[in-house]
């Protein structure tokens, strides 16, 4: 089940869908003008931050030199949750916990006949009986077909930037922190109406089909720092279903501001690392932080 924790880490609507064969060379990256990379220039400090890929392969690597230089700028890493307590927490177990129904009822009891039958098609398709999905709520079951379909096309949460970066710090004694709890990021799924989960889990069947033919794309936006292309090929179809985009996307963004700014009155530089879905549009971190006035550059 370490592949949901991490699922729940990177957040559905934010995950990059990585396919097989449209990968970016290491000579495609380092030729880019610019990376999903930005830079705070505060008083006493520098805050970074970077748009992560929660999935990659290890042949995506070396990153970009701009994106390394940051890291041994920072003194200080920041992730969406923290990955130090990730190690001390059964989120597995925490996700079950909340994602399973009790008492008999199932998941074919709580969505739409048209949605549980597209379900099942997609689960035949990835080799898992539907029958092993019955006890899963509709946010839980989104969230493993994902995980299924990355694992499917041999992307690994292992190599994700954040990932890759954690253990970075830790090899190097960066102290690490996080903007939000594993609790917290379980309950936003959970804590919503049950109409609402059944929207998530009907986008992520529609996303899952076109998942290949989209890829190549997004890690052009990705590696190019392509704002405008990252938010059609990441945002544009989750704004269709407005409750689930404000709850996962908009809101915590928002949320997020007031702990990034408290950051910009260290004398520390700060590393912050989440998924690129939150730093594209004009929702995203990047422009709530130029509204309140910051002065924001990209790299």
């Not at 006890?135 to 694992?151: E, G, R, S, Y």
Request: net charge neutral; charged share 25%; with cysteine.
């Amino acid at each position: 089940m370490r592949i949901l924790r991490r699922n729940v880490i990177g957040l559905l609507i934010c995950l990059l869908w990585i396919g097989n064969d449209s990968l970016i060379s290491s000579n495609d990256v380092a030729a880019a003008e610019k990376r999903s990379l930005w830079k705070i220039q505060a008083k006493n400090n520098t805050i970074y931050i970077l748009g992560s890929i929660h999935y990659l392969k290890a042949q995506n690597y070396p990153l970009a030199p701009a994106i390394e230089d940051a890291f041994r700028d920072a003194k200080k890493l920041v992730f969406e949750v923290n990955l130090d307590s990730m190690e001390k927490e059964s989120g597995s177990q925490l996700m079950l916990m909340k994602g399973l129904y009790a008492g008999g009822t199932t998941l074919k009891d709580h969505i739409a006949e048209k949605t549980y039958a597209s379900a099942a098609k997609e689960m035949k398709e990835l080799g898992v009986d539907v029958a092993a999905f019955n006890q899963f709520k509709p946010w839980l079951t989104a969230i493993t077909l994902t995980a299924l379909k990355l694992q499917k096309l041999g992307f690994d949460p292992k190599q994700g930037i954040d990932q890759y970066f954690y253990r970075k710090a830790k090899n190097e004694n960066k102290e690490v922190d996080g903007l939000e709890t594993l609790e917290f990021q379980i309950d936003l799924f959970d804590g919503m109406p049950e109409r609402t989960q059944e929207m998530m889990l009907v986008q992520t069947l529609k996303d899952i089909s076109t998942m290949e033919k989209e890829v190549e794309a997004i890690i052009k936006a990705w590696a190019s720092g392509d704002v405008k292309a990252m938010e059609s090929a990441l945002l544009q179809s989750m704004r269709e279903y407005p409750e689930v985009y404000q709850r996962l996307v908009s809101d915590r963004n928002r949320g997020w501001i007031p702990k990034i700014e408290s950051y910009l009155s260290q004398s520390e530089n700060y590393l912050i690392v989440v998924g690129a879905g939150h730093l594209a549009g004009k929702d995203s971190i990047i422009e709530m932080l130029k509204a309140k006035g910051y002065s924001v550059e990209q790299l």
